[in-house]
T-cell receptor, first 109, second 114 residues
């Protein structure tokens, strides 16, 4: 079964603390992995994708095929990082993006 | 270019009524998706269009749901004989084939079935 699991519904951290949002996936093959973010009163938007191996707004995510994980990390959280974060996957050659249930990140002052 | 546009933003209807939502994707995007999102859940795939062709439809979607994209531009999603369980946010997203694989989402249509 194709599935994305985000075990934490809510993650609260203090400003300046490290952040790790967990994402585990189930897929028979090599999917493409993404992180989408939704800030308050804004649309869902792409944060980063594993293929690009990029750092966006200080966030990085490493694909661990052995553990089937794609955790999102940031060394020093900022208040503006408070948002809803969704992990998503797409199978190669397919159209469908499968989203996790999301994790709400709250960065406290 | 104002991004993906969805209309209406909110829809309140009585159980048993039909509703139709519209999505206008970014003009050069030939891929269009409909997703449904309920409280506490992530977006759930409903259907996908490549140009005017509907290439995939979720098995979870009952026959009461139908979507069209007649000229490969805007799309409509119709729900017939609405039920209270249809209450959700309906999201449209678009992207360009061969592009960056980045979905651009609309603001969504919030449906409430009374």
């Amino acid at each position: 079964a194709q599935r994305v699991t985000q075990p934490e519904k809510l993650l609260s951290v203090f400003k300046g603390a490290p952040v790790e949002l967990k994402c585990n996936y189930s897929y028979s093959g090599s999917p493409e992995l993404f992180w989408y973010v939704q800030y308050s009163r804004q649309r869902l938007q792409l944060l980063l994708r594993h293929i690009s191996r990029e750092s966006i707004k200080g966030f990085t995510a490493d694909l661990n095929k052995g553990e089937t994980s794609f955790h999102l990390k940031k060394p020093f959280a900022q208040e503006e990082d408070s948002a809803m974060y969704y992990c998503a996957l797409k199978g190669p050659g397919t159209y469908k993006y499968i989203f996790g249930t999301g994790t709400r990140l709250k960065v406290l002052a | 270019d104002t991004g993906v546009s969805q209309d209406p933003r909110h829809k309140i209807t009585k159980r048993g009524q039909n509703v139709t939502f519209r999505c206008d994707p970014i003009s050069e995007h030939n891929r269009l998706y409909w997703y449904r999102q309920t409280l506490g859940q992530g977006p759930e795939f409903l259907t996908y269009f490549q140009n005017e062709a509907q290439l995939e439809k979720s098995r979870l979607l009952s026959d009461r749901f139908s979507a069209e994209r007649p000229k490969g531009s805007f799309s409509t999603l119709e729900i017939q004989r609405t039920e209270q369980g249809d209450s959700a946010m309906y999201l449209c997203a678009s992207t360009r084939m061969g592009g960056y694989e980045k979905l651009f989402f609309g603001s969504g249509t919030q449906l409430s079935v009374l």
